[in-house]
DNA sequence: TGAGCAAGTTGCGCAATAAGCAACGTGGCT
DNA sequence: AGCCACGTTGCTTATTGCGCAACTTGCTCA
């Protein structure tokens, strides 16, 4: 029987959300490469497909071709509204900024486990990040997780902080007292950094995102290498940052008191 | 048994869907909801929604709260980059010709089966269009369906026009020779229209969005009440929607020849 | 033109899983 | 403190999901 995830009741499922994550990492492929990666057999494997097919999460391209990720996807994603306004309220404001500060911009919320990256705009610099738009990135290490951290009601984040913390680097806070310290700072100052924390030469530094309810519901933050954000300058942007987060929360129904 | 739908070989997968589906139209429900809008035991509602929970998928609010989606959707979409550029790109020229036309303007995609739209924004006028976006509509009633059924190549047009199509108002169009006639009329005049074809009262006119490989995989489209858009004035807007569509399909990599 | 191959589909039978039941834990409310 | 509702979990079993085999279909090549 193929290898069923821990934690998780429905072997079915599970596959088909494997299915789901498989072509949205590789576009698309057919039936039988779907089998062989999930170890089932190829019928299986086209039943599992049909049944994400026949709720439009998947599409056949054309009558013969592969599979890929259909608009069912979009149309659930559409509708985490808040979220989405998230992403699409803050596109333009990481534009903005990132072509002013010339580093890669992004705003980021949380899942709950970890800091997904919603939105994300380029400086011009030929050396710039990867697109972490959708990606999950850990909480304790980068700056944006910080800042969620930090403002995360106790009850949710109090299973978080008692989880080993994973080294990235040498400079990562993998000590529990340390991390809450450092998100004690990250209240005070209004702000977090990360120095090389998630990886070696990376700098970050991130703001608060303010929702309509008055929570802490994204961030914002500004990544770039070490020689062209060092200490001095990444604090030094933490005020355009903090234009950018405040209109991005107005825009997101926050009324400052 | 709870009732399965036509079509879908796999229960549990067709279940875990409809969750997912609930969740995205009411926002947040609880073990006992999903249960009983299933038509299953709490047991049962509550192992397909902690597989989804294990693959990120949904998201507990809080310890004992509600479930809600979580953006292990999100990711998943954002993965179906193209389409996601289609939305993302699009959003400020629907900004930009809904100021300048005071109406509604969308872009849709089709999914092979219906028109799905992406991007949306509304005009100034108290009296506007619903939210569209995530929503699917027929290909055959709306403007854009009919933008992206005329371009469509004749393998993935040909069993949609075998189908009995629907119709919605007196003047929806439900005869195939009709619709097929209709297309030819879309491809000479490089536009559609919908009047009143989906609802009474509505009017709507759209022109195609060609992407990077030159097919037309978008429709760009402005919607309003009949008497605000007349058919004149529906047919002298063609030329912003046009200027629109020509931008969008630029940023998609359309070189035209 | 026909054979071979690979991909995908489908009927069938059965074993493993999904599901229901009952009991339990927990938090909120009175 | 007691009650109620929600959600979880162990256990059992009935049903479904799955693998197998056979089939269909389209493509390639001799």
Redesign the interface.
């Known amino acids: 029987m193929s290898p069923t ?6 072997q ?3 596959r ?2 494997s299915i ?2 498989m ?3 590789r576009g698309d492929l057919g039936i039988t490469e779907i089998a062989e990666e999930l170890e089932v057999h190829k019928s299986t494997a086209s ?2 497909v ?3 097919q ?4 998947l ?2 391209q ?2 013969r071709g592969k599979y ?13 509204t808040a ?2 306004d998230v ?2 309220l803050g ?2 404001i990481c534009g903005r900024l990132a072509e002013s500060l010339g580093e890669t911009v992004n705003v980021a ?1 949380s ?3 970890v800091a ?1 990256t ?1 939105a994300q705009e380029d400086g011009a610099a030929a050396i710039t990040s990867q697109n972490w ?4 990135t850990p909480l304790h290490a980068t700056s944006a997780g910080k800042v969620l951290l930090a403002w995360m ?1 106790e ?2 984040r109090r299973p978080l902080l008692r989880r080993a913390l994973h080294r990235y680097t040498d400079d990562t806070i993998v000590e529990h007292a340390a991390l809450r310290a450092e998100l004690a700072r990250v209240l005070d100052e209004g702000h977090a950094r990360s120095f090389e924390e998630l990886e070696v030469g990376m700098h970050a530094v991130a703001v608060p995102v303010f929702s309509g309810d008055g929570t802490v519901g994204s961030a914002l933050s500004a990544t770039g290498p070490s020689y062209r954000l060092p200490r001095r300058r990444a604090r030094a942007i933490v005020a355009d940052l903090r234009e950018g987060a405040a209109e991005l929360s107005v825009e997101l129904g926050y009324r400052a008191g």
Chains 1, 2 share one sequence.
């Open positions: 995830r821990e934690g998780s009741a429905v079915s499922v599970d088909a959300v789901l994550e072509l949205a990492a039943r599992l049909a049944a994400l026949s709720r439009h999460l599409e056949q054309g009558e890929a990720l259909s608009y069912g996807i979009v149309r659930l994603a559409a509708a985490t979220r989405l992403a699409r596109q333009p919320v899942d709950g486990e997904i919603v738009v959708g990606r999950r009601d009850d949710s």
